[in-house]
């Protein structure tokens, strides 16, 4: 079979310029209308150089927090002892918490209002609650009352002061001096290494209760007077006695103390010996109740003195003095004005000065002395 050629024309050079600016405007700028059939990518004939490349962006990666454990870590079963420590340490601020208020009650109870019923008084027996602080010695509210109460018993049985009976607040502020005094006695006491034995103290009472006719006299008339048994009257009646009379007889023998005393007397029989009359010396510096009489003793018979004052008054002649004589009391000067042989006598003067008094040292040691009352 023979296929028939089929020629078409020749193009011109004009249509081949024409078709030719074609290709070139739809290379620059993509056709005027896009064939169906074309899917030829649009080229950029622009420079590598002036190419804009579109990237998407990239997400930063999110950083993750680093955990930093704790610079002393706490293992669970150790944290449960804490919190339970802590629990206990809660428990027993709220514990004391309520011993310290029922104790601030008590004590408002106590000096305060100053409640006495069974409860209050069964403490007080029990506990001891301070009434009175002396530097570092104490006086219990037991003590207190003990004294107030035998004080007011010994007022009510007395004949002289049964009808004009002191107030109690008078008697309350007696009963503070006191012990005040007693306090500062057993201080200086220990100090003075001085003390009182069992012993001493029975022997006191016996010379105390002499007059009375038996153990069961004595238990009553202790009782009927002051409230007290025989124990208690030793306490508190017998001991401060003895230990005020001791230390007060130590007081006297304190060189430091009795120097002074020691000069004036002196200076008395200086004055005597210049020309001046005993009496007149004795009227004006003497510390005895005869002073106003010039120190009269009247006469005196061996055997009423002192063995050393009688040892010096009877070896004077008349008109002699004699030297200073030290006793537990102070110091004395003794004059002889007249001698009766005949009657062993002699009529004589004294000078007395009083040693180192208890009350005088008592009273120096509470302006050095710190004293606390809890009490009235």
Not at 44 to 72: A, M
Not at 83 to 101: D, E, L, P
């Amino acid at each position: 079979m023979t296929l028939d050629t089929v020629s078409s024309p020749k193009p011109s050079e004009k249509e081949l310029e024409n078709l030719r600016k074609e290709v070139l405007h739809e290379i620059n700028h993509g056709p005027k209308k896009r064939s169906a059939v074309s899917s030829v990518p649009k080229l950029d004939s622009r420079p590598s150089s002036q190419k804009t490349i579109s990237v998407e962006p990239r997400q930063k990666p999110q950083k993750t927090k680093k955990v930093i454990p704790p610079k002393y870590s706490t293992p669970p079963k150790a944290q449960k002892k804490k919190a339970s420590h802590t629990h206990k340490k809660k428990y027993k601020r709220g514990a004391w918490s309520i011993v310290v208020v029922f104790i601030v009650a008590f004590a408002l109870m106590l000096y305060i209002f100053r409640i006495e019923n069974t409860f209050t008084n069964f403490l007080v027996d029990h506990i001891p609650f301070p009434a009175i602080m002396v530097g570092g010695s104490i006086a219990t509210l037991k003590e207190y009352r003990d004294g107030v109460t035998a004080l007011e018993t010994y007022y009510k049985t007395q004949s002289e002061t049964a009808g004009n009976i002191p107030d109690k607040s008078t008697i309350e502020q007696q009963v503070v001096m006191r012990t005040i005094d007693v306090l500062l006695t057993e201080r200086a006491a220990r100090q003075m290494d001085i003390h009182v034995t069992p012993n001493d103290l029975n022997s006191a009472f016996k010379t105390l209760t002499a007059g009375l006719a038996d153990d069961a006299t004595t238990a009553t008339e202790l009782q009927t007077t002051y409230g007290w048994n025989e124990q208690e009257f030793k306490t508190y009646d017998v001991y401060p006695f003895l230990l005020q009379q001791r230390v007060e007889q130590a007081l006297a023998s304190d060189n430091t103390l009795t120097d002074p005393i020691r000069a004036r007397a002196e200076s008395a029989i200086k004055r005597f010996h210049d020309g001046e009359k005993f009496t007149d010396i004795a009227h004006e510096v003497s510390e005895e109740p005869n002073a106003s009489s010039g120190g009269d003793l009247g006469w005196v018979e061996k055997g009423t003195l002192l063995p050393n004052f009688e040892k010096a008054v009877f070896s004077l002649e008349s008109g002699e003095v004699s030297n200073i004589i030290r006793s537990p009391y102070g110091f004395h000067i003794f004059f002889v004005e007249e001698k009766d042989e005949a009657h062993n006598r002699v009529h004589a003067r004294d000078i007395y000065f009083q040693g180192p008094k208890l009350g005088d040292y008592l009273t120096q040691q509470k302006q050095k002395t710190r004293i606390i009352k809890f009490v009235p």
